[in-house]
C-alpha cells in the first residue's frame, strides 16, 4: 500500500526525493503519514483538498477486503 501511495503522490511533487510514507497499523486502524518538501504541501492538498480526497478515496478502496478503519494523514 505503500508503494501505491508513492505512485500516486510522486508525480504531483517537485521534490520526489523528499517524500516520504509512514505506517502506523494497530488491531483497529491503518495510519499513513504523508511528507513532502513544504512547497510541495499545497500540490498534494488540491484545491479544496480534491486531491488529498481522491488519495483517501483510492486507499480506503484499496482496504475494502478488511474490517479496520484506514486514515491518511498529510504532513
Known sequence: MKALIETIVTPLIDYPADLHVEVEET????????TVNENDVG????????IAKAVRTVVH???SN?????????M
Open 61 to 63: 478502496a484499496a482496504h
Open 27 to 34: 488491531d483497529a486502524k491503518i495510519r499513513y503519514h504523508i
Open 43 to 50: 500540490k498534494v492538498i488540491g484545491k479544496n483538498g480534491r
Open 66 to 74: 478488511t474490517d479496520k478503519k484506514v486514515y491518511v494523514d498529510i
